[in-house]
């Protein structure tokens, strides 16, 4: 398996832009997050889709933000508008559910996002 | 979930082995501890998880004390690719929630 894959690696856009990030799972987890990862507070969770249904959103900093999974194999996060404070490492990561390996997290190489 | 306590920062000669402490004095009987690293510009990478027994892989050795309020992640033989930010984690085993809350970690260098 190829990993989890993540577009764009770079991204850098304007305020006020509208930003889309993109995130492939492993082939067969049923779990996938996103975080978000900055010098001030470091690497923290947005978002987390079990079965393709948000189980806990609760990190998603505002309204600007949303995310979606629309099936097994695929994910997006959404900013609009963007504002240069977004501007982060944004990591997706997968996982299966079962058992002691439900904890067991494989990650994306991040999107580095700068909105200007 | 319980806390962790790590050094921000150690350092460990290429071929020695690096021993990493994390406490996490407040873990519960039902709590798993998870080591993950960092590798600078990489997403974070797994690697190993115990409960109460010394664990090992390929990639490293985790002790537990018999108390469980702390852990030590041992890097064998260090190389220079094993510099890295290194996060301790305590997860509630057979918790629904996917949940890992990352602190700051170790950083760890390894010089030649």
Redesign the interface.
């Known amino acids: 398996d190829a990993g989890?894959i993540q577009s764009p690696r770079h991204e850098v856009t304007e305020m006020g832009q509208e930003v889309t990030l993109r995130c492939k799972p492993i082939s067969g987890h049923n779990?996938l997050?996103w975080y978000r990862q900055t010098m001030m507070r470091?690497?923290?969770?947005l978002i987390?889709f079990?079965n393709n249904v948000p189980?806990?959103d609760s990190g998603m900093p505002e309204d600007r933000f949303s995310a979606k999974m629309p099936n097994a194999s695929f994910s997006t996060l959404k900013i609009q508008p963007s504002e240069p404070r977004d501007s982060a490492v944004y990591?997706c990561?997968s996982?299966y559910?079962s058992?002691?390996a439900?904890?067991?997290?494989?990650?994306?190489?991040?999107t580095r996002l700068s909105v200007l | 979930d319980a806390k962790t306590t790590q050094p921000p920062s150690m350092d460990c000669a290429e071929g020695r082995a690096a021993n990493l402490p994390c406490n996490h004095s407040t873990i519960s009987g039902n709590e798993y501890v998870y080591w993950y690293r960092q590798i600078h510009s990489q997403g974070p990478q797994y690697i190993i998880h115990g409960l109460k027994n010394n664990e090992t892989n390929e990639m490293a050795s985790l002790i537990i004390t018999e108390d469980r309020k702390s852990s030590t992640l041992i890097l064998p033989h260090a190389t220079l690719r094993d510099t890295a930010v290194y996060y301790c984690i305590v997860r509630v085993r057979g918790s629904t929630l996917g949940r890992l809350y990352f602190g700051r970690g170790t950083q760890l260098t390894v010089w030649p």
């Not at chain 1, 439900?102 to 991040?110: L, S």
Request: proline residues 0%; negative net charge; aromatic residues 20%.
């Open positions: 989890v779990s997050f470091g690497l923290e969770l987390y079990n189980i806990d990591f990561a996982s559910l058992g002691e439900k904890n067991i997290q494989y990650f994306g190489a991040g």
